[in-house]
């Protein structure tokens, strides 16, 4: 089945600077890649997604890359603000089955 | 209506009763959801509904017992479990995409303590 490696597990910036999540993945066949915002005590929501006909995706601050071949995708959070603290968690799956990694904790210093 | 709705927010039981957890959406998924979330650890799949016929189990034991009873709805029958089953138990749905995968929207969860 699918595993997903996340790291950092933990990454504190200073505000206005960029952040960086990295994932990996086993399964070539996982055709969907979505990340996930879930501050404490409220549910992930997503934030940004990209499927593996697409290399790259951006929404304003936010943006995704996915490298097929090397089955890893990242993303990347500029011009960080503190409501930008958060647990972060990528996902990678087809079908109807997501398998998330384990998540990054993300502290925007103000 | 964009919105996931479970109920009961907050569950605490013992270990011999047998409670159900609620999921309802209006969004005309077709896919429903069920995840289980440890403090400080990512949601774990137990199970997916897919037109209402379950399509995935995650080898989740016999003591938790899906069941979805129409488009709208998903619950989640409770019954002997441990102290190891506290968790967050989250509902999601998503649209079918033929067969690709969709956002998932998630309800806030329902917080489950058994003593």
């Known amino acids: 089945g699918e595993n997903v490696e996340q790291h950092p597990s933990t990454l504190s910036v200073q505000e206005g600077d960029s952040a960086v999540i990295k994932c990996t993945y086993s399964d070539s066949a996982s055709n969907y890649f979505p990340w996930y915002k879930q501050e404490l005590g409220k549910r992930p929501q997503l934030i940004i997604d990209?499927?593996?006909?697409?290399g790259e995706k951006k929404d304003q601050r936010i943006a995704v890359t996915l490298n097929k071949t090397a089955k890893h995708f990242s993303l990347h959070i500029t011009e960080t603000q503190p409501e930008d603290s958060a647990v972060y968690f990528c996902a990678a799956g087809g079908g109807n089955k997501l398998v998330f990694g384990a998540g990054t904790i993300l502290r925007v210093k103000s | 209506d964009t919105e996931v709705t479970q109920t009961p927010k907050h569950l605490v039981m013992g270990m011999t009763n047998k409670k159900s957890l609620k999921c309802e959406q209006h969004m005309g998924h077709r896919a429903m959801y069920w995840y289980k979330q440890k403090a400080k650890k990512p949601p774990e799949l137990m199970f997916v509904y897919s037109y209402e016929k379950l399509s995935i189990n995650e080898s989740v034991p016999s003591r938790f017992s899906p069941e979805c009873p129409n488009s709208s709805l998903l619950n989640l029958h409770l019954h002997a479990l441990q102290p190891e089953d506290s968790a967050l138990y989250l509902c999601a749905s998503s649209h079918l995409l033929a067969g690709a995968a969709g956002e998932l929207f998630f309800g806030e969860g329902s917080r489950l303590t058994v003593l």
């Open positions: 990209i499927r593996s006909n697409v």
